[in-house]
């Protein structure tokens, strides 16, 4: 129990305000309840050995069980009451535990502990969700991601609970059950499961024009990540930072990922649900085991306290990005996830973050969806962890000591000693005390914001402005992406029964974020789109900026294939020495190879040679990996190609725009699956040598986007 904090020498006393930690004391802190059974006898929580874990208690062999068998009762009681509620929204969630390191420009900005020192490590752990489906729904549906991260400070815990997209759904958390009752799945019938394509979403959101902005982002493929490692992060609202001075700033967070973002493609991330629901988390898991991390940088926007009111949306509208063409982001550190939780439940299930948990240093604003999630979180914890003691389940305990006199209520685990649980008191010394606030190691102080107002009801009118920033994400999209949204509003709506829904959403909604949208949308569901926008101007608004690269997933594109998966088809006769070269060279530039065959049994390579797949051709379909080589070999080409899965694994690759390499016979594959070979992205050769730059180049590029339009002909 050495590291428990609670049990820690000098807790309690002024020693603990030297208390440092490291980079590993979250591990440290979780090694004291870590249980390893290797080596020890089977027995009852109670510690009475069990001699058979087969056979209930009876009244003969064949004779009912006995009541006294509390070998048996225990058992299926706890059992029974596994299961916790899981969280009304963001129930399917995979976490990774990893280190947060700042830049030596961060400690400006904020006198808190963990901006101070470049060389000091602050062990994390991240939270990636979605939000719509159950715990056991899919990963790859159209749905925003939470990206929440628990830094375990010296200071006490900062919980930065963010999503994977800068905005949000409604201005004012006032609005928030009425969100997520419409967008869940009905309540009737509990269906769709995962999806926002249903009727009461597309009703509400159509009535709420505040939401416009937000759905056009859910609408676009950052709804859908290829990995967690591939996905920006966003703390969403203005926060504040406080620096040594006691100078305030409000800032806006960011993650950006290293390895670049992208995305699926719609119909992949689909057929994913039921090839791999899995997918995101599996990808995650698999690659930290291999040593392969997540990695991303901590930004911020800075807006100084003077500078609130210059642009020309308000910064505490939680439904407006602040541009990165007008405030850039500064990059003050850097976090790795790098290693995968012990035990999901106790770890990934039992985290609990909350916004309300800052350190001195950090601060809110007055956004008021910001106000209202300080209030929910530790409220709805109470209900899914049972009561107001889950800061002591380990992963939620702050790696610093903490000590109060808040006592009692249910699984208490702490053993308090002495008599004063109050202060101030002169029985027990006095302790626990406070600590004046200070520029360093201070106790939290609430920035002293002036408020003069009168209690009112009301939005302000600075938040008026529904639709400008919509059109700002919409122009600022590439071709490709225009029409993948374009087709996605098509969907979603094909999906609402009733017409007058899809009227509004095509009439009242669309056009006020752009009008060729609205009409290409409308036309393919019949509907004609009004030819100019109909939302009075005060809703319309006015962006002083057009267009803002960075809003394209594409101004980020991965710079190198490092962490992609690629397919090697393979099947008897199969040429071995350009299966292993195109293996070695993948491996050289951090990508895998995965030789993929029609059966699991050892392929017969032209030269005698034995070689053993990875995966089978519907194991591992094409819709689980980033591009395909097909080797050559006669023989192997000639079986992949008589085989329906061998022609549709290359023809649905290509539709979903990806590389596909064919070296010397391999080519015969792409025309016989009727897979065009005289354009970008099919990538042909004599030897995986002569095509390899090529390939690897090509795959940098993520996606094949001047196939987009055509993709569509191929019927996978
Ligand atoms: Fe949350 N949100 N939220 N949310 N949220 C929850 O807390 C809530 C919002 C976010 O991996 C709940 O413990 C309100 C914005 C993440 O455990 C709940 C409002 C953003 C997670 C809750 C919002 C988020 C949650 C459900 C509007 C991005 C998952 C279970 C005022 C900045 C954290 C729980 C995890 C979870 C309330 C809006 C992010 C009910 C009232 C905006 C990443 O308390």
């Known amino acids: 129990m050495a590291n428990n904090p ?53 009244g003969g062999e064949r004779g009912p069980t006995l009541m006294e068998d509390f070998v048996f009762r225990e058992k299926l009681n706890h059992f029974d009451n596994e299961r916790i509620p899981e969280r009304i929204v963001h129930a399917r969630g995979a976490a990774a535990h990893g280190y947060f390191q700042p830049y030596d420009n961060a400690a400006q900005y904020s006198k808190a502990g963990l901006f101070q020192d470049p060389a000091k490590k602050t062990p994390v752990f991240v939270r990636f969700s979605t939000v719509q489906g159950a715990r056991g729904s899919n990963d790859t549906v159209r749905d925003v991601r939470g990206f929440a991260t628990k830094f375990y400070t010296d200071e006490g815990n900062w919980d930065l609970v963010g999503n994977n997209l800068p905005v949000f759904f409604i201005q004012d958390a006032i609005k928030f059950p009425d969100f997520v009752h419409s967008v869940k799945p009905e309540p009737h019938n509990e269906i769709p499961q995962g999806q926002s394509a249903h009727d009461t979403f597309w009703d509400f959101v159509s009535l709420m024009p505040e939401s416009t902005h937000m759905v056009l982002w859910t609408m676009s493929d950052r709804a859908f990540p290829r990995h967690f490692r591939n996905m920006e992060g966003f703390g969403v609202h203005s926060f504040r930072l406080i620096d040594k001075q006691g100078k305030a700033r409000f800032v806006k967070f960011h993650w950006k990922p290293v390895a670049g973002t992208c995305s699926l493609i719609w119909d992949e991330a689909q057929k994913l649900w039921g090839r ?31 500078d609130e009111h210059m642009f020309d949306f308000d910064i505490l509208d939680p439904t407006k990005i602040i541009p990165e063409e007008q405030v850039p982001v500064t990059l003050i550190g850097k976090m790795v996830l790098n290693r995968n939780p012990d035990n999901f439940f106790a770890e990934t299930e039992q985290v609990a973050f909350n916004p309300a948990n800052v350190v001195p240093g950090i601060d809110f604003s007055n956004d008021p969806l910001l106000q209202g999630r300080l209030f929910s979180y530790l409220d709805t914890q109470m209900l899914r962890l049972g009561g107001p003691n889950f800061h002591e389940i380990p992963i939620n305990q702050p790696v610093c000591p903490f000590h109060n006199n808040q006592r009692d209520s249910m699984h208490r685990q702490t053993i308090n000693k002495g008599q004063a649980s109050y202060e101030p008191n002169s029985i027990d010394g006095g302790w626990p005390s406070e600590t004046p606030p200070a520029s360093e190691d201070g106790g939290f102080e609430s920035y002293q914001e002036r408020i003069d107002a009168s209690k009112i009801r009301a939005r302000s009118e600075s938040f008026g402005d529904h639709y400008s920033q919509a059109t700002l994400f919409w122009n600022s999209q590439s071709e490709a992406e225009k029409e993948h949204i374009i087709d996605a509003y098509t969907f979603e709506l094909s999906k609402v029964g009733r017409p007058w829904i899809r009227e509004r959403v095509i009439k009242e909604i669309l ?63 199969v040429d071995a020495d350009a299966v292993e070269t195109a293996r070695n060279k993948l491996e050289a530039e951090g990508a895998e190879g995965v030789l993929i065959a029609p059966s699991m049994a050892p392929v017969k390579a032209a030269n005698g040679q034995s070689i053993t797949p990875d995966a089978m051709l519907n194991g591992q379909p094409s819709v689980t990996l980033d591009a395909v080589i097909v080797p050559g070999g006669e023989l192997s080409v000639r079986s992949l190609a008589h085989f329906g899965q061998g022609l549709y694994y290359v023809q649905e ?22 897979v065009p070979i005289q354009e970008d992205g099919i990538v042909l050769g004599n030897s995986i040598d002569d095509i390899f730059t090529t390939f690897s180049e090509a795959l940098g590029k993520h996606r094949v986007w001047s196939r987009n339009a055509k993709a569509a002909e191929m019927p996978a």
Not at 36 to 41: I, K
Not at 287 to 303: C, H, M, P, S
Not at 515 to 540: D, T
Not at 653 to 674: D, P
């Open 6 to 58: 609670h049990t820690k020498p000098n807790s309690g006393g002024p020693n603990d305000r030297d208390f440092r930690t490291t980079g590993d004391s979250k591990s440290e802190n979780l090694e004291t309840y870590r249980s390893d059974a290797e080596g020890h006898d089977l027995r009852t929580n109670q510690g009475s050995r069990i001699s058979d874990n087969h056979n209930s208690l009876k």
């Open 276 to 306: 791999d629901p899995d997918f995101n988390r599996r990808a995650m898991w698999d690659d930290i085991e291999k040593g392969d991390y997540l990695e991303y940088e901590l930004g911020i926007q800075v807006v100084e306290e003077e």
């Open 511 to 573: 056009p006020n974020i752009d009008l060729e949208l609205a009409r290409r949308v409308g036309e393919r569901h019949g509907i004609e789109a009004p030819s100019s926008k109909p939302a009075p101007a005060e809703e319309l608004g006015k962006s002083s900026l057009q267009e803002s690269p960075a809003l394209s997933l594409m101004a980020r594109l991965p710079k190198n294939i490092r962490s992609r998966k690629v397919a090697i088809l393979m099947a008897d006769g």
């Open 653 to 674: 690759a290509y539709r979903h725009l990806k590389v596909i390499a064919a070296v010397g016979e391999g080519k015969s594959l792409l025309s016989a699956a009727n």
